[in-house]
């Protein structure tokens, strides 16, 4: 190798240079040079020399950096910032518009006609100063803690409401009593971001421009009280009939809890619910007043809940004219919560005085059938100064096309002006047996057996001892209701049982059953069964339950098992805007066979039993095939009768109420004039006058005869009814012969008539193709004597 190609091989790198053709290695048995030794120690000490290289990043890490971060979230803040004082400056107050917004509704039937106009606005501002101090305090104690002490906005708040607007949910509370001015004084009821932001900064001006006193006269003299009472003063004499400086603390607290749900908490409509939630929310006021110390704990504990006076109605709701606005309102209401996730007092804001042309499914003429009904059957045969019982006889009816769910005609009272409450959608009465179908189409539903393991059935045989003990496999439930007049029926089938509305039967069945499942069941068929304990009292329809809510499950049971609610809504129209209500046919609840065979055995009551003579033998019935059911509840506080034809659903509820405050729930007996066979006052049964009301209403506007149309082979519509037997005294069998005919009726006895003795009629032969013979073991435990009433003693117990 020439000194120039070793020149050239250390300075890459020390090696001699290799022969052409080689791979740059030392030739076999070649030595390495001192030259190149020598190179290759200097490169290694440079290579040394040099820093490591570095890794090279991915991607994302070269993406999200530290300072790419935190200048992205600076610059965001920046902008937002930017924004909102660009938003400040442009967004103004406006003129308040709570009095220019203030429209009457407009109400009509369904055929277009007018029924009502409402929109007398009842409003009457007050100076602060004449509100005294400590009622001014209530207002703050329950909705704004903080307000003398902050900038009238509560940011967190209003970023959570942001949020949920943006995701679709319901409001929350946390806005301050100068948002809520601002909402109800300047702005509207409408949940977007844009109202949204601009309730925020004009909330932050109206803080700046105006005292916290004046903010607060503001509130209160702008907020809705219910009743159709616009500000302190008109809700002071709505509620208490004062003036608002002769408020008390006590007054003032409801006052101020009235504000978070107006209808809910109003104590003359309350449910139970409600008024629990009204008296918490009074409790709650109050006890933030003594932390906030504007009220003395010793004071406090001696407070007592101050019950308002009944509400005056407005004029021009008289008749039946209240009660339709009334719940064409809520149900209005119910949608633009649902639509808009307003809260139930921006919804009531929204509806009240706004203008809306609110078409209802009333039909006028039903309308007209129903009131005269109620008249003809019941308020025309009572009389007050004659008997004082008279006075405390309520009725309530709705009826329900169960095809499209409307709510056709609706009974509310006898005048909105005389009784506030609306009898056809309270719910503080129990609706006794009429809850019977419920524990029957739970049963069917579910493939339910008996103790014994056998399928219930129209057929299956129970024992109808009266005070029976309830067992679930084997071990007595404490539980043993007797039947009407403490009859004792036997062993009877189901389907006589219904026709006869024997409590023993059903109580054992709803523990064949599971009594949750029937809870289930009757939640499915439109029963609000929120709070409500799935125990063996219940199958005597100990609950609480509405007209309303009886002719919904009523309906989905002849809709063939399809989800009824009863609507009486049709359109609501607001200038261009339309409101879509909730269609009221929903799915399928129950099985189409399980629905029929309700419907199917539920024809007995009507044909055989405890409604044949005002129903079945009714003069104006024209061949109509009719289901139903009565029901009696305990000491006569109330009486029904919840009946349907294919095309038409009605259900008719009598309440005993003291005419008298606080109108607790009384007995009825001998309301009207009745008697008992022994001379005594007589019992109002539900095959009495709520049958009598319902036949004269729907016989006299059903135009021609009706079938029903029945996926069954089962109860009284597709078999005759066969009763075993009916006796005075505790029956131990009840094997019939199989081969007798079939009878054309039952033999269970009428209502109103005493029971035969030891009378039998023979089953269907156990070849009949439409449904399979009766089994003939009771189902259940021993015979026993009343456990509610060893001593015989109550001759009157709930049942029909």
Known sequence: MGRAEERRARQRGGRRAAPKGSSGTPAEGATPSVGAEGGGRAAARRAARKPPKKARKSGIRRLFTWKKILGTFFTVCLLGIGAFIVLYMMVQVPQGNADAQRQSNVYMYSDGSILARDGKINREKVDLSKVPKDVQRCFVAAENKTFYTDSGVDLRGTARGLYNTLMGRGTQGGSTITQQYVKNYYLDQNQTITRKLKELVISLKVDQKYSKDEILAGYINTSYYGRGAYGIQAAAQAYYRVNADRLTVEQGAYLAALLQAPSQYDWAVATDTGKKLAQARWNYVLDNMVKQKWLDAGKRQAMKFPIPKEPRPTPGQEGQKGYLIALANQQLEQQLMKDQNLTPSEAERAVDDQGWTITLNIDKKKEAALEKAVKTQLTSKLDPKKRKVDANVQAGAVSVDPKTG?????????????????????????????????????????????????????????????????????????????????????????????????????????????????????????????????????????????????????????NHGKKVTPTLVAKAEQGNRTVEMSNPIGDQVITREAADTVTSVLTGVVDDGTAKDSVASNALRDGQQVAGKTGTSDNNKSAWFTGYTPSLVTSVGLFGEDAKPPHAQVPMYGAGGLTSPNGGVGRVNGGGYPAQIWAAYTFGVMDSTSKFDLNTTQGAAVQPTWTPSVSQSPSKSASPPASSPPPSKSASPPASSPPPSNSKTSPPPSSSKTSPPPTNTPTGGAITNNPLDPNGKNKKPGGQ
């Open 406 to 558: 409307k709510i056709v005609a609706l009974y509310g009272g006898v005048d909105y002006f005389k009784h506030y409450v609306n009898n056809a959608t309270r719910r503080d009465y129990q609706p006794a047996s009429t809850f019977k179908p419920v524990i029957l189409a739970a049963a069917l539903n579910s493939n339910a057996e008996t103790q014994d393991g056998k399928p219930i059935t129209a057929n299956t045989i129970y024992d109808g001892t009266s005070g029976r003990d309830v067992v679930d496999h084997g071990t007595k439930v404490g539980f043993g209701p007797p039947n009407e007049n403490n009859q004792n029926f036997g062993n009877i089938t189901v389907q006589t049982a219904m026709n006869n509305s024997v409590n023993s039967v059903f109580a054992q069945m709803g523990i064949d059953v599971g009594m949750d499942k029937v809870m289930q069941t009757a939640n499915k068929l439109g029963m609000d069964t929120k709070g409500m304990q799935a125990v063996p009292a219940q199958t005597l329809g100990s609950m609480g339950a509405s007209p309303l809510e009886m002719a919904g499950i009523y309906a989905t049971l002849d």
